[in-house]
């Protein structure tokens, strides 16, 4: 019996050569599609593999009459109706460990980028302004950074700030006093976090009860000078409350990879000054890629051939 697998993302070409290497499976490579040209398509497919862009709603669910297995080639799976997907009897299949070292090193280049102001310095520079003044920046050491969501990335993140000197101070409801003074450091209330840190960076999946985590009220909790991150989901951050919290000057820096909208072509936060980004950069490397790519192409073939799968 033959599979058809459809990768409506584009993913790296080392990385699925499990699906390529298996003598009963047809892949298409068909990426860009709109909603409604996926849902007409996904009839004829077995399994759907996707990175972030995308979205696999209900209705695209419910027209994958022959659809077992859909693939996302990353962590978040929020782009997939996992609701609609159980419904239908459709495993979700992720790839949790293959982008937790390139997210980390892009929250730590954000996070240093911010503190030296480099973007706007390169930026000045390249419109032939040469000035020093106006891009004073603030040292990493001896600073708190406040981490929101002490999974896989935000523990990455931590080793690599108190490599910088940073002292660190998380929030993750399943961080015990134990497990925080084995790591070397503090843990908190997400209000006591929030209050304290110098540098926020959040690493929190994107769930109903982490949407506008980060709020007004959030903002208010904070010190009056903070900096925050955010390379996890667009969505937790209220962009709106951001806006205020830096037009306000209580937050004087901000680094987005990710936004409540993606893709976008306008959004009024990247005309302020004191916000740097990236356009979903964070799993964005050669390495990351790859590993993602094979470790969700092994659990589609091994599902589609009847083996186990590693990442339900
Ligand atoms: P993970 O599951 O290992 O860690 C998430 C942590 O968040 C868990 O420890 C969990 O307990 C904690 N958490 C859940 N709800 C919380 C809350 N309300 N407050 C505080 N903590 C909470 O996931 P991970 O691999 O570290 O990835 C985190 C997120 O980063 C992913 O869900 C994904 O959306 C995002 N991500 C983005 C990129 C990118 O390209 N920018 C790359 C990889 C991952
Ligand atoms: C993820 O959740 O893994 C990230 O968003 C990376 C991506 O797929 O772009």
Same mark, same amino acid.
Request: net charge negative; proline share 3%; aromatic share 4%.
């Given at each position: 019996?033959?599979?058809?697998?459809?990768?409506?993302? +584009?993913?790296?070409?080392?990385? !699925?050569?499990?699906?390529?290497?298996?003598?009963?499976?047809?892949?298409? !490579?068909?990426?860009?599609?709109?909603?409604?040209?996926?849902?007409?398509?996904?009839?004829?497919?077995?399994?759907?593999?996707?990175?972030?862009?995308?979205?696999?709603?209900?209705?695209?669910?419910?027209?994958?009459?022959?659809?077992?297995? %859909?693939?996302?080639?990353?962590?978040?799976?929020?782009?997939?109706?996992?609701?609609?997907?159980?419904?239908?009897?459709?495993?979700?299949?992720?790839?949790?460990?293959?982008?937790? *070292?390139?997210?980390?090193?892009?929250?730590?280049?954000? %996070?240093?980028?911010?503190?030296?102001?480099?973007?706007?310095?390169?930026?000045?520079?390249?419109?032939?302004?040469?000035?020093?003044?106006?891009?004073?920046?603030?040292?990493?050491?001896?600073?708190?950074?406040?981490?929101?969501?002490?999974?896989? %990335?935000?523990?990455?993140?931590?080793?690599?700030?108190?490599?910088?000197?940073?002292?660190? !101070?998380?929030?993750?409801?399943?961080?015990?006093?134990?497990?925080?003074?084995?790591?070397?450091?503090?843990?908190?209330?997400?209000?006591?976090?929030?209050?304290?840190?110098?540098?926020?960076?959040?690493?929190?999946?994107?769930?109903?009860?982490?949407?506008?985590?980060? *709020?007004?009220?959030?903002?208010?909790?904070?010190?009056?000078?903070?900096?925050?991150?955010?390379?996890?989901?667009?969505?937790? !951050?209220?962009?709106?409350?951001?806006?205020?919290? %830096?037009?306000?000057?209580?937050?004087?820096?901000?680094?987005?990879?990710?936004?409540?909208?993606? +893709?976008?072509?306008?959004?009024?936060?990247?005309?302020? +000054?004191?916000?740097?980004?990236?356009?979903?950069?964070?799993?964005?490397?050669?390495?990351?890629?790859?590993?993602?790519?094979?470790?969700?192409?092994?659990?589609?073939?091994?599902?589609?051939?009847?083996?186990?799968?590693?990442?339900?």
């Amino acid at each position: 019996m033959a599979f058809n697998v459809l990768i409506s993302d +584009p993913l790296s070409e080392d990385g !699925i050569q499990p699906l390529r290497a298996a003598d009963n499976i047809n892949i298409k !490579i068909d990426t860009g599609l709109s909603n409604e040209e996926l849902a007409d398509r996904i009839g004829d497919f077995d399994a759907l593999l996707v990175r972030s862009q995308t979205q696999v709603t209900r209705d695209i669910i419910s027209k994958g009459k022959k659809l077992k297995i %859909i693939g996302r080639a990353g962590v978040g799976v929020d782009n997939i109706d996992l609701n609609a997907a159980t419904e239908h009897g459709i495993i979700v299949v992720n790839a949790p460990n293959g982008n937790t *070292n390139s997210a980390a090193e892009h929250t730590m280049a954000m %996070i240093m980028s911010l503190s030296r102001n480099i973007p706007q310095a390169y930026h000045a520079l390249k419109n032939h302004k040469w000035d020093r003044k106006r891009f004073v920046g603030v040292e990493l050491k001896n600073k708190t950074l406040g981490v929101i969501g002490l999974g896989r %990335i935000g523990t990455e993140v931590t080793v690599r700030a108190k490599g910088q000197r940073m002292n660190v !101070i998380a929030y993750d409801p399943f961080l015990t006093e134990e497990k925080a003074e084995k790591m070397g450091i503090g843990y908190g209330t997400i209000e006591e976090v929030l209050s304290k840190a110098d540098f926020i960076t959040i690493h929190t999946p994107l769930l109903k009860e982490t949407r506008h985590l980060i *709020n007004a009220r959030a903002f208010q909790l904070m010190k009056t000078g903070v900096q925050i991150v955010n390379c996890a989901r667009g969505g937790i !951050i209220d962009e709106e409350a951001l806006y205020e919290a %830096i037009t306000a000057k209580k937050v004087v820096g901000a680094a987005l990879d990710v936004f409540e909208k993606e +893709p976008f072509h306008d959004n009024k936060l990247l005309e302020l +000054p004191e916000v740097i980004a990236t356009p979903h950069l964070g799993a964005s490397t050669f390495e990351a890629q790859e590993s993602v790519a094979v470790d969700v192409s092994h659990d589609v073939v091994g599902f589609l051939t009847g083996e186990s799968v590693q990442n339900p």
